[in-house]
């Protein structure tokens, strides 16, 4: 199993940082006092959660505990919250269908080109504690050892959550955009007229592991798109205020799929963008 646990605050990280204190120092420093936190039924019936007593004031959430002395020299880890809640793996690819052309090959370096992934490998968990998660860094173990860390965001009870754990090693995925047509004096608007090109974008992305995954895709580009495959979503953004409805505005494409262990999709999508004449 995995277990997600959320160290610190980033500002008590920080202040750890600033006076040379590592996270290996922070839990195993001489003299540390632990006190047994409370343990409460879960609001959703499910596993017991054990957590210091809280109210909600507002919006925010008051965790408080008995007095804490200290001796002079003493410091102490005092739990807040401990419970059980379900994840699911999901990977996750955002593409930029903008940037295919952002770089020219340098002839005069080597022909080693280095593969740059974007999919990422991530868990998603459900808040079934009945209290809210603060924003902090995350340390995800598997069977006792570290598989990534990465910032939790807040998560109120009921809502779920992503954590990146890291670039993915198996599932990869490569994008292509190609012009295929393009026709002068398409569209007026305004006295002004305007060239429409057609894009035809191809992403390859290919599961070289050895079970299937939960796959979601987002590719955004300027322009309009028109034509997804494999039941993909489009979302029009629209434009700023003020700003050109054709050449200023943006759209993406989503996609939910599931990749067998060793399998290879191409999906297409196609989307049109404009210049003035």
């Known amino acids: 199993c995995i277990r997600d646990r959320v160290q610190a605050a980033p500002q008590l990280m920080g202040q750890l940082a600033a006076q040379g204190f590592s996270n290996a120092q922070f839990h195993s420093r001489a003299g540390e006092r632990h006190r047994p936190a409370r343990v409460s039924s879960d609001a959703s019936g499910g596993a017991a959660v054990r957590a210091m ?77 009945g209290r809210p998660w603060t924003t902090g860094p995350a340390l995800i173990l598997q069977d006792g050892r570290p598989v990534g860390q990465d910032l939790m965001t807040f998560t109120p009870p009921g809502q779920s959550v992503r954590v990146p754990m890291t670039v993915a090693v198996s599932v990869r995925g490569t994008a292509k955009t190609v012009e295929i047509d393009r026709q002068h004096g398409a569209k007026k608007l305004r006295h ?39 039941k993909g979503k489009i979302e029009q953004q629209g434009h700023a205020p003020g700003a050109d409805p054709l050449t200023d505005c943006a759209s993406r494409a989503r996609w939910e799929l599931k990749l067998r262990a060793g399998e290879t999709k191409k999906i297409t999508s196609q989307h049109h963008t404009w210049s003035r004449e």
Do not use: C
């Open 53 to 129: 007593k809280g109210e909600e004031v507002q919006d925010l959430f008051y965790y408080s505990t008995r007095r804490l002395s200290l001796r002079k020299g003493e410091r102490a880890v005092v739990e807040v919250m401990r419970t059980t809640v379900g994840f699911k793996h999901v990977y996750t690819w955002e593409v930029d269908l903008d940037k295919r052309n952002a770089s020219t090959p340098d002839t005069q370096s080597s022909p080693l080109k280095v593969a740059v992934n974007q999919v990422w490998h991530q868990i998603e968990l459900q808040n079934q504690s």
């Open 192 to 230: 002004r007229t305007y060239t429409r090109m057609t894009n035809r974008s191809t992403l390859r992305i290919v599961n070289s592991g050895k079970t299937a995954v939960r796959l979601l895709i987002q590719a955004r580009a300027r322009g309009q798109f028109f034509q997804a495959s494999h």
